[in-house]
């Protein structure tokens, strides 16, 4: 077990180094702003007495480095300073939009794993049939289209044409959770969609890779039949490739989830970030982007953490 | 042998196609089969010759991409063509068993052996859990392998490459079946272990009259373990006879190009007096990066114009003496001297010229050479390089050499490595490095992976050559009929350390250090006879690893 | 029953009959599933799903009758070799292939095939189809159809642009990387996880809230992000080749690390890097055109497709369509050469086995 321990240890430690350096490239990008932020925040027109007053309310006038562990200091208790443009508290924009955000990929999630994992399992297993082609050809379309052309696709359908659920997805405090699943579906829809279709093929790929060991073609000749060799000798080498298909596409979903919440006026945290990033809003933007990045840190680690501890040549050392 | 007996498996024309660039092709071509209760076939072949589709058809067995499209299959009167797939399963694991060629990646990593071994017993509700554990237990221990008690508890990943072996020809034996069929078992194990697997496999199908299939390329072992042998050839049946009878008589001029002992030997050279060598390996330590050392203190010399031959098994570091030499792995201590100058260790600090000295020819022609350049060029670069050749003098050259290794220059200069066969490889991959004009090649096992009859082509070429151009050759091989055709000294490693050396001669005479006399007892002969004999000489119990763990690496009997 | 209901059924019940008789059993499937399927459509949506249905299936029919003549016509202009191996390419990828033809020419002849410039304004705002205007208006009054058009060129271009720099930086980086190993290959694969380590769409929006929306700047940080990615597959795929004896024997010749790289890596690595170029074309289509749909793209007046449904987007909710046509666009390239990519993929690991 210590050898697990060890290696889960490391790899914790490398995911907390990464985040580090993510941190430092986020925090001094800024710093490569032609002028400083001051600059470009009042814009060309700005007075001097303007612009130092500026700089000193945003600490400008300290050295880069100070103001960097200033805010890395504040980044790990949640605090990102003030928007530059409205004055309010970084937490307090993003923080509910955070969660709104989580909602929405979660409730994505909830339906798209499941359904993705089985008919990836059964493509598999029907592999070169048509019913396999037509998946590939499916799956593939809606990978290639843009989250924004689904999105609106079904706006034109669900929401104008057969007016099923609302286009634009509003939120307020006194919704019960069955309107919140309602308001909140078209933009899941998109996201599922879009997420099934990776995780599909990538189970697929997962399980036929699987399928090809020696070792199964062995059970197969011991005469197993068809849904032991499956249970019993596919499924336990499978947990590996298939968590890491799950951590991949959640992670994929981050992404995705900013057009989305654009496309439906979602009010999440990819929303923020994208109205931060046209108004020049550099604290939100920097914190927006901390956050992403950190989930999408840790949904990897998650499933490296998972492959570890599910590979059975580590479980059972010599 | 058991002639006169009931008809087990009867394979009538049977014919599998292959799916390759989409279309179905052809790759066996109607093949017979007749196998009797208790009897043991050998089908031999080269690579490619659908020895290995034929065994998993006789299972009723097609595997992914193939197809039986014609012919018949008929196991214990029951046509397995027709069958269904859940008749053909009831078969598989119970009355028809598998022993595949890689024991370490065809056991599920996921169980413990004993569960593996049990499973298909509990599936055809023959035994319940214990009983089955028990019986495992007692075929472990038949199959000698250590701790039987415990050994099935373990994982795969737990348990060396031999051992697991004998546990899955123990798990192919877990029903008794009526027919195993061996996919290549020992291929993929050392000469010292083979032998002890064989013995093991021997003894079980004599026991248990069980009828085998016996799949391998190798003939010396396909000797002693068949009671009758086929040859296939590009999925065609060559010929078939009782093997005494093949061994002695071959018909076709196939198998009597495989049979073809190895005929041609020449005379030892003796060591030029006071002479300085031409390489000379100075008590050198190596390891890989962070590892053990894999070299301890090795130190032999190669003279001019003589061949050396490094002999020893997998992971005995003769390989890694080679990178060595060549400079791909500085050694952590002692060094290696060009004509009494030292060598510098790593080879990108070697000049031109030293480094032009010691060329190298590799065991796989197929990644030792490029296949998307053209053969003129292959073998014109190192002209080109070290000597600047460039136009006609250049083409000239590359004629000279393509001459120099019988090949028709104008045939063969303008195409690729692909379209050559491997004989023709291995001659390009000599004529690469004699363009350099060196006085050393290391010849990294270049006649391993070919037939017998071309591997002979190649070392003549390889002593016209050292005649001609007076070449020094360092020869690793771990084929003893090799060294004692072409070597003029041998030099014996085991675990990292030359356990003895000495001239030709006195090596293949008694008496031997215990590891080279484990050796060169290990290797197979074409003699049905050799295993029965050797297993009477030694003991079982003195074969194999249990051999190898008790020979002292300090036995005073090395000699320097 | 409507006529057209009556022969929908009978024309797909016979397929299904002929198929079976002929022991047909892929089309006798497709075509009775397709009859039981519509059966509960038709009796949900009426003739009109019945209608979508079947103008689906013509669709799906012209586009691989379209995907079959191309592929003839490639095989009957191109060499011997080139030929067989077209022959082997699936529907899917030659109608991939037809669809990157088709945006080729439109991308290089867009000022000869546009009826309009791309920032002419010769309407009223969100006109209407006429004869002038083929598909009508925009927001500013813009003809849609020549600025779709003009759209082949720029966001095409643009995503090419950006993937060739990507690619240029990510192989040349995996291939030294491969050649040299040691200490430049553990840097590089550390650099190439940190980079990775930040989704893609997060790390342009850094970047360009940070420099601008500009043409330049989209290039250099799709470049920075998507090189980890072609560094990561290279580096895999010049490590399968950087073992082999005849690297070895090379080295050992004392040949540089360029003329290893050029004679003796790259041509036994092109088959995989091509398929990966197309891959990497996609994600960076479809990551620029993600970014000019939240209007940090190409900026206007030029015409771009991801911005152009941003701005009709309002159409969307009167059913007009109009503003989902370069949405698709998108869509076609990518799954297009998505599906050339495919086949690739399958030919190259089809070789392997």
């Given at each position: 077990m210590g050898d697990i321990l060890g290696l889960v240890?490391?790899?914790?430690?490398?995911?907390?180094?990464?985040?580090?350096?993510?941190?430092?490239?986020?925090?001094?990008?800024?710093?490569?702003?032609?002028?400083?932020?001051?600059?470009?925040?009042?814009?060309?027109?700005?007075?001097?007495?303007?612009?130092?007053?500026?700089?000193?309310?945003?600490?400008?006038?300290?050295?880069?480095?100070?103001?960097?562990?200033?805010?890395?200091?504040?980044?790990?208790?949640?605090?990102?300073?003030?928007?530059?443009?409205?004055?309010?508290?970084?937490?307090?924009?993003?923080?509910?939009?955070?969660?709104?955000?989580?909602?929405?990929?979660?409730?994505?999630?909830?339906?798209?794993?499941?359904?993705?994992?089985?008919?990836?399992?059964?493509?598999?297993?029907?592999?070169?049939?048509?019913?396999?082609?037509?998946?590939?050809?499916?799956?593939?379309?809606?990978?290639?289209?843009?989250?924004?052309?689904?999105?609106?696709?079904?706006?034109?359908?669900?929401?104008?044409?057969?007016?099923?659920?609302?286009?634009?997805?509003?939120?307020?405090?006194?919704?019960?959770?069955?309107?919140?699943?309602?308001?909140?579906?078209?933009?899941?829809?998109?996201?599922?969609?879009?997420?099934m279709a990776h995780m599909m093929r990538m189970t697929r790929a997962a399980i036929i890779n699987l399928l090809a060991s020696p070792y199964i073609e062995m059970a197969r000749l011991k005469g197993a039949p068809p849904w032991k060799v499956i249970v019993k000798h596919a499924l336990p080498n499978a947990w590996a490739p298939i968590i890491n298909v799950v951590a991949l596409n959640l992670a994929y979903l981050i992404t995705g989830v900013v057009l989305v919440e654009v496309v439906f006026v979602y009010p999440g945290i990819?929303?923020?970030?994208?109205?931060?990033?046209?108004?020049?809003?550099?604290?939100?933007?920097?914190?927006?982007?901390?956050?992403?990045?950190?989930?999408?840190?840790?949904?990897?680690?998650?499933?490296?953490?998972g492959a570890i501890l599910t590979n059975p040549r580590l479980r059972h050392p010599k | 042998?058991?002639?006169?007996?009931?008809?087990?498996?009867?394979?009538?024309?049977?014919?599998?196609?292959?799916?390759?660039?989409?279309?179905?092709?052809?790759?066996?071509?109607?093949?017979?089969?007749?196998?009797?209760?208790?009897?043991?076939?050998?089908?031999?072949?080269?690579?490619?010759?659908?020895?290995?589709?034929?065994?998993?058809?006789?299972?009723?067995?097609?595997?992914?991409?193939?197809?039986?499209?014609?012919?018949?299959?008929?196991?214990?009167?029951?046509?397995?063509?027709?069958?269904?797939?859940?008749?053909?399963?009831?078969?598989?694991?119970?009355?028809?068993?598998?022993?595949?060629?890689?024991?370490?990646?065809?056991?599920?990593?996921?169980?413990?052996?004993?569960?593996?071994?049990?499973?298909?017993?509990?599936?055809y509700r023959l035994k319940k859990r214990t009983e089955a554990q028990e019986d495992a237990m007692e075929l472990y221990e038949k199959l000698r392998l250590p701790n039987p008690q415990e050994i099935g508890f373990r994982y795969p990943h737990q348990v060396s490459g031999g051992q697991l072996q004998r546990a899955m020809t123990a798990m192919a034996m877990s029903c008794k079946p009526d027919l195993i069929i061996f996919d290549e078992p020992t291929t993929a194990l050392d000469v010292t272990t083979q032998i002890e697997v064989l013995a093991a496999i021997r003894d079980i199908v004599d026991e248990y009259n069980t009828a085998a299939i016996y799949i391998t390329h190798d003939l010396a072992v396909v000797a002693q373990m068949a009671d009758t042998i086929k040859v296939l050839l590009k999925g065609e049946e060559v010929e078939e006879a009782p093997t005494k009878e093949m061994l002695d008589s071959p018909k076709e001029d196939y198998t009597k190009s495989l049979w073809a002992v190895r005929s041609f030997k020449r005379d030892q050279k003796e060591r030029p007096k006071d002479g300085t060598p031409l390489i000379s390996v100075r008590n050198v330590d190596a390891s890989y990066t962070g590892g053990d050392k894999v070299l301890d203190d090795v130190s032999f010399d190669v003279y001019e114009g003589m061949t050396v031959a490094v002999v020893g098994e997998s992971g005995s570091g003769k390989s890694t003496t080679a990178r060595v030499i060549t400079g791909l792995l500085p050694p952590s201590k002692g060094e290696v001297l060009f004509k009494g100058e030292p060598f510098p260790p790593d080879y990108r600090n070697r000049t031109k010229d030293q480094l032009r000295q010691c060329q190298m020819i590799y065991q796989m022609a197929d990644t030792a050479l490029n296949p998307k350049v053209k053969i003129a060029e292959i073998i014109g670069r190192p002209a080109q390089f070290y000597s600047g050749l460039s136009g006609a003098a250049l083409k000239n050259r590359v004629d000279e050499l393509l001459d120099l290794i019988e090949l028709e220059p104008s045939k063969y200069y303008n195409r690729y490595p692909p379209e050559l066969s491997g004989g023709q490889k291995q001659r390009i991959g000599i004529a690469r490095a004699l363009a350099a004009e060196p006085t050393f090649i290391v010849c990294d096992e270049v006649t391993s992976a070919l037939d017998q009859l071309v591997a002979e082509g190649i070392l003549k070429l390889l002593d016209r050559l050292q005649k001609e151009l007076n070449l020094a050759y360092m020869f690793i091989t771990h084929d003893l009929a090799t060294v004692r055709s072409i070597a003029d000294e041998v030099v014996v490693m085991q675990h990292g350390k030359v356990v003895e050396q000495g001239p030709k001669t006195k090596m293949f005479t008694p008496p031997h250090h215990p590891y080279t006399d484990l050796l060169l007892s290990s290797v197979p002969e074409m003699d049905p006879e050799w295993l029965t004999t050797l297993l009477e000489e030694r003991g079982v119990d003195n074969v194999g690893d249990a051999a190898t763990a008790q020979i002292d690496p300090n036995d005073p009997k090395i000699s320097g | 029953m409507s006529w057209f209901v009556i022969i929908y059924y009978t024309l797909l019940l016979g397929t299904s009959c002929l198929a079976a008789f002929f022991n047909k059993r892929q089309i006798f499937l497709v075509a009775f599933g397709l009859t039981l399927v519509s059966f509960i459509l038709g009796i949900i949506g009426g003739p009109a799903a019945l209608k979508a249905v079947a103008i689906c299936a013509a669709l799906l029919g012209l586009a691989a009758m379209v995907s079959y003549a191309f592929r003839e016509f490639l095989i009957q202009i191109a060499s011997d070799e080139m030929g067989k191996e077209l022959r082997t390419a699936p529907m899917t990828a030659a109608f991939g292939m037809f669809v990157m033809f088709t945006y080729a020419v439109m991308g290089v002849f867009a000022p000869w095939i546009a009826p309009h410039g791309e920032a002419e304004v010769i309407a009223s705002a969100f006109a209407p189809p006429d004869q002038n205007m083929l598909l009508g208006a925009d927001q500013l009054g813009r003809d849609m159809f020549s600025r779709i058009i003009y759209g082949a060129r720029n966001s095409v271009g643009l995503a090419l642009a950006a993937t060739i720099a990507a690619f240029v930086l990510g192989a040349l980086a995996g291939l030294l990387a491969a050649t040299k190993g040691g200490w430049f290959d553990q840097f590089m694969g550390r650099v190439a996880d940190v980079i990775m380590s930040i989704p893609s769409l997060i790390f342009a929006l850094l970047m360009l809230s940070i420099f601008g929306p500009h043409i330049h700047v989209i290039i250099i940080a799709v470049a920075v992000i998507y090189a980890p990615r072609v560094f990561r597959l290279t580096r895999a795929v010049a490590g399968n080749v950087v073992v082999m004896d005849y690297i070895e024997a090379a080295k050992l010749r004392g040949e540089g690390t360029w003329y290893l790289i050029r004679r003796e890596i790259l041509p036994n690595s092109t088959a995989p890097l091509v398929a990966e170029f197309g891959l990497e074309f996609c994600f960076v289509f479809l990551l620029v055109a993600g970014l000019s749909f939240l209007g940090l793209g190409i900026q206007p007046p030029t015409a771009d497709w991801g911005s152009m449904v941003r701005e009709n987007a309002t159409l969307i909710s009167f059913g007009d369509i109009t503003p989902l046509i370069p949405a698709a666009a998108i869509a076609l390239l990518t799954v297009g050469v998505n599906f050339v990519v495919d086949w690739m993929l399958h030919r190259s690991s089809g070789l392997k086995e």
């Open positions: 240890g490391k790899r914790l430690g490398l995911g907390v180094f990464i985040l580090f350096v993510i941190s430092i490239i986020i925090f001094f990008m800024v710093e490569l702003l032609p002028g400083d932020i001051a600059q470009a925040v009042l814009g060309q027109g700005a007075t001097e007495e303007n612009l130092a007053a500026l700089r000193k309310q945003m600490g400008l006038d300290q050295p880069a480095i100070m103001r960097y562990l200033d805010w890395l200091s504040g980044a790990v208790f949640l605090d990102f300073g003030n928007s530059i443009v409205t004055g309010e508290r970084v937490t307090a924009v993003i923080g509910e939009r955070f969660m709104n955000t989580l909602f929405l990929a979660a409730y994505a999630a909830v339906i798209a794993v499941p359904v993705a994992i089985v008919l990836g399992v059964i493509v598999a297993l029907l592999r070169n049939s048509i019913f396999d082609r037509v998946a590939n050809v499916v799956t593939l379309s809606f990978i290639s289209s843009p989250e924004f052309f689904l999105g609106y696709i079904l706006i034109l359908f669900f929401a104008v044409k057969w007016q099923m659920f609302p286009a634009i997805s509003s939120l307020s405090e006194d919704m019960t959770l069955g309107e919140l699943l309602i308001r909140t579906f078209l933009p899941a829809l998109t996201l599922v969609l879009v997420v990819g929303q923020a970030l994208v109205d931060a990033v046209s108004k020049r809003d550099f604290p939100v933007v920097q914190a927006c982007c901390l956050i992403f990045a950190a989930t999408f840190i840790l949904l990897n680690l998650a499933a490296d953490v | 042998m058991t002639n006169k007996k009931e008809v087990l498996l009867e394979i009538k024309d049977l014919e599998i196609q292959g799916y390759s660039d989409e279309t179905w092709v052809d790759i066996i071509k109607g093949v017979d089969l007749t196998l009797h209760r208790g009897e043991v076939l050998g089908l031999i072949g080269e690579s490619g010759a659908g020895k290995s589709t034929i065994g998993a058809a006789a299972m009723g067995y097609a595997r992914d991409g193939t197809r039986i499209s014609n012919g018949s299959i008929e196991f214990d009167g029951m046509e397995l063509t027709t069958a269904s797939e859940s008749e053909k399963r009831a078969l598989r694991g119970h009355r028809i068993a598998y022993v595949a060629q890689s024991a370490a990646a065809s056991f599920n990593p996921s169980h413990k052996l004993i569960d593996q071994y049990s499973e298909a017993p509990l599936q | -």
